[in-house]
T-cell receptor, first 109, second 114 residues
Framework: DAKTTQPTSMDCAEGRAANLPCNHS???????VYWYRQIHSQGPQYIIH???NNETNEMASLIITEDRKSSTLILPHATLRDTAVYYC??????????FGKGTKLSVKP | DTGVSQNPRHKITKRGQNVTFRCDPI?????LYWYRQTLGQGPEFLTY????????KSRLLSDRFSAERPKGSFSTLEIQRTEQGDSAMYLC????????????FGPGTRLTVL
């Protein structure tokens, strides 16, 4: 089944870096990796995306392995408001996004 | 606020009734996607439009489901003869036609079928 694999849950101390891994071993060579997060009862919020190179924006950094089979989202200084479900996804044949079950990140004081 | 709006935000209906949801995408986005999300799962693709043309339907979209996007602007998703298994969050997303597939999601419509 062509989906992503992520840990079910992770904890992180406030102010520390949160590193969220994702396995996407079936991704094809020209598909981007996208990360979204979802706070309860809201729509997914876009965080970052990348193809081959590592990427950084104001929210997070994305590290993609050379073989592109896995990636890691890094929240450099997690805050309580970063508590959410984090999804890595990649593009399907029609441009739709393919999501797994996500990682529930809990940031604790 | 991503600029994608959905109405209603919540809908409670009885089994067998028809329901219709609306999505207003970001105005310059010509691609529009519908997803369904059940508890504990990530969003699952249902269908998508490029302008007014519906180009793909997932196998999840049974014959009771129909979607339209007249004039390539807003879109509607109708479910006929609702079943309890239709209870879910229905999400709409839009993106520009070119470039990376960065999609912007609306807040979703939560459907509860009693």
């Amino acid at each position: 089944d062509a989906k992503t694999t992520q840990p079910t849950s992770m904890d992180c101390a406030e102010g520390r870096a949160a590193n969220l891994p994702c396995n996407h071993s079936t991704i094809s060579g020209n598909e981007y990796v996208y990360w979204y997060r979802q706070i309860h009862s809201q729509g997914p919020q876009y965080i970052i995306h990348g193809l081959k190179n590592n990427e950084t924006n104001e929210m997070a950094s994305l590290i993609i392995t050379e073989d592109r089979k896995s990636s890691t989202l890094i929240l450099p200084h997690a805050t309580l408001r970063d508590t959410a479900v984090y999804y890595c996804s990649w593009g399907g044949p029609q441009g739709n996004l393919i999501f797994g079950k996500g990682t529930k990140l809990s940031v604790k004081p | 606020d991503t600029g994608v709006s959905q109405n209603p935000r919540h809908k409670i209906t009885k089994r067998g009734q028809n329901v219709t949801f609306r999505c207003d995408p970001i105005s310059e986005h010509n691609r529009l996607y519908w997803y369904r999300q059940t508890l504990g799962q990530g969003p699952e693709f249902l269908t998508y439009f490029q302008n007014e043309a519906q180009l793909e339907k997932s196998r999840l979209l049974s014959d009771r489901f129909s979607a339209e996007r007249p004039k390539g602007s807003f879109s509607t998703l109708e479910i006929q003869r609702t079943e309890q298994g239709d209870s879910a969050m229905y999400l709409c997303a839009s993106r520009p036609g070119q470039g990376a597939n960065e999609q912007f999601f609306g807040p979703g419509t939560r459907l509860t079928v009693l």
